[in-house]
Protein backbone atom coordinates (compact mmCIF):
# COMPACT_ATOMS: atom_id res chain seq x y z
CA UNK A 1 0.00 0.00 0.00
CA UNK A 2 1.44 3.57 -0.81
CA UNK A 3 -0.12 6.37 0.28
CA UNK A 4 0.41 10.14 -1.74
CA UNK A 5 -0.06 13.34 -0.44
CA UNK A 6 0.53 16.44 -2.57
CA UNK A 7 1.46 19.83 -1.53
CA UNK A 8 2.46 23.04 -3.25
CA UNK A 9 -0.41 24.10 -5.16
CA UNK A 10 -1.72 27.73 -5.65
CA UNK A 11 -3.07 30.48 -7.48
CA UNK A 12 -0.85 31.87 -9.96
CA UNK A 13 -0.18 34.36 -12.68
CA UNK A 14 0.35 33.71 -16.16
CA UNK A 15 4.08 33.21 -16.60
CA UNK A 16 4.73 32.36 -12.95
CA UNK A 17 6.22 28.90 -11.61
CA UNK A 18 5.00 26.66 -9.66
CA UNK A 19 6.62 23.75 -7.22
CA UNK A 20 4.30 20.54 -6.57
CA UNK A 21 5.54 18.17 -4.22
CA UNK A 22 4.41 14.32 -3.44
CA UNK A 23 5.00 12.76 -0.39
CA UNK A 24 5.02 8.86 -0.12
CA UNK A 25 4.49 6.73 2.78
CA UNK A 26 6.13 2.72 2.07
CA UNK A 27 8.80 1.33 2.00
CA UNK A 28 8.31 0.78 -1.88
CA UNK A 29 8.62 4.23 -3.32
CA UNK A 30 12.20 3.14 -4.84
CA UNK A 31 10.83 0.25 -6.50
CA UNK A 32 7.68 2.48 -7.99
CA UNK A 33 7.34 4.60 -11.16
CA UNK A 34 5.50 7.77 -10.67
CA UNK A 35 3.61 10.64 -12.67
CA UNK A 36 1.79 13.68 -12.53
CA UNK A 37 -1.64 13.42 -13.93
CA UNK A 38 -3.42 16.45 -14.11
CA UNK A 39 -7.37 16.92 -13.93
CA UNK A 40 -10.50 19.44 -15.00
CA UNK A 41 -13.75 19.20 -14.03
CA UNK A 42 -15.69 17.68 -16.65
CA UNK A 43 -12.44 16.31 -18.64
CA UNK A 44 -10.89 13.17 -18.37
CA UNK A 45 -7.64 12.90 -16.63
CA UNK A 46 -4.04 14.06 -18.58
CA UNK A 47 -0.92 12.39 -17.99
CA UNK A 48 1.52 15.38 -17.11
CA UNK A 49 4.58 13.45 -16.24
CA UNK A 50 6.12 10.56 -15.48
CA UNK A 51 9.56 9.04 -13.71
CA UNK A 52 10.40 5.57 -13.88
CA UNK A 53 12.13 4.24 -10.23
CA UNK A 54 15.68 5.43 -10.64
CA UNK A 55 15.04 8.64 -12.05
CA UNK A 56 16.49 7.87 -15.21
CA UNK A 57 13.31 8.11 -17.85
CA UNK A 58 11.22 10.69 -17.84
CA UNK A 59 8.20 11.06 -19.73
CA UNK A 60 6.37 14.49 -20.77
CA UNK A 61 3.41 15.01 -22.57
CA UNK A 62 3.38 17.50 -25.73
CA UNK A 63 1.99 20.31 -23.91
CA UNK A 64 4.00 20.84 -21.25
CA UNK A 65 7.64 19.32 -22.33
CA UNK A 66 10.01 21.99 -22.22
CA UNK A 67 8.07 23.87 -19.24
CA UNK A 68 7.99 21.23 -16.67
CA UNK A 69 10.17 19.25 -15.06
CA UNK A 70 9.61 15.94 -12.71
CA UNK A 71 12.18 14.64 -10.37
CA UNK A 72 12.67 12.69 -7.55
CA UNK A 73 14.11 12.11 -4.17
CA UNK A 74 14.18 8.85 -3.50
CA UNK A 75 15.86 9.58 0.30
CA UNK A 76 12.74 11.37 0.97
CA UNK A 77 10.36 9.43 -0.74
CA UNK A 78 8.70 12.37 -2.63
CA UNK A 79 8.31 13.46 -6.27
CA UNK A 80 8.55 17.26 -7.64
CA UNK A 81 6.96 18.57 -10.35
CA UNK A 82 8.68 21.87 -11.69
CA UNK A 83 6.39 24.08 -13.64
CA UNK A 84 7.73 26.65 -15.27
CA UNK A 85 5.73 29.16 -17.35
CA UNK A 86 2.70 28.61 -16.60
CA UNK A 87 -0.77 29.22 -18.64
CA UNK A 88 -4.68 29.66 -17.81
CA UNK A 89 -4.25 25.97 -19.43
CA UNK A 90 -2.37 24.77 -16.95
CA UNK A 91 -5.54 25.38 -14.27
CA UNK A 92 -6.31 21.81 -12.66
CA UNK A 93 -6.30 19.51 -9.82
CA UNK A 94 -2.81 17.76 -9.90
CA UNK A 95 -2.09 14.05 -8.89
CA UNK A 96 0.46 12.52 -8.16
CA UNK A 97 0.44 8.55 -8.75
CA UNK A 98 2.83 5.72 -8.47
CA UNK A 99 2.51 1.78 -10.18
CA UNK A 100 5.27 -0.77 -9.45
CA UNK A 101 7.90 -0.78 -11.53
CA UNK A 102 7.14 0.36 -15.65
CA UNK A 103 6.32 4.02 -15.98
CA UNK A 104 3.01 4.29 -18.26
CA UNK A 105 1.13 7.18 -20.10
CA UNK A 106 -1.94 5.67 -18.90
CA UNK A 107 -3.64 7.44 -16.07
CA UNK A 108 -5.82 4.13 -15.58
CA UNK A 109 -2.96 2.21 -15.20
CA UNK A 110 -1.84 3.89 -11.71
CA UNK A 111 -3.48 2.11 -8.81
CA UNK A 112 -2.62 4.55 -6.38
CA UNK A 113 -3.37 8.11 -6.04
CA UNK A 114 -3.42 11.01 -4.07
CA UNK A 115 -6.07 13.63 -3.01
CA UNK A 116 -4.41 16.14 -5.41
CA UNK A 117 -3.90 20.08 -5.16
CA UNK A 118 -5.15 22.88 -6.58
CA UNK A 119 -3.49 24.82 -9.42
CA UNK A 120 -5.03 28.22 -10.53
CA UNK A 121 -3.46 30.32 -13.60
CA UNK A 122 -4.76 33.75 -13.73
CA UNK A 123 -4.30 36.86 -14.24
Known amino acids: QVQLVESGGGLVQPGDSLRLSCSAS????????MAWVRQVPGKEREFVAG????????YYTDSTKGRFTISRDNAKNTVYLQMNSLNPADTAVYHC????????????????WGQGTHVTVSS
Open 51 to 58: ISPTGGSL
Open 97 to 112: AARGFATSRLPSDYPY
Open 26 to 33: GRTFATAA
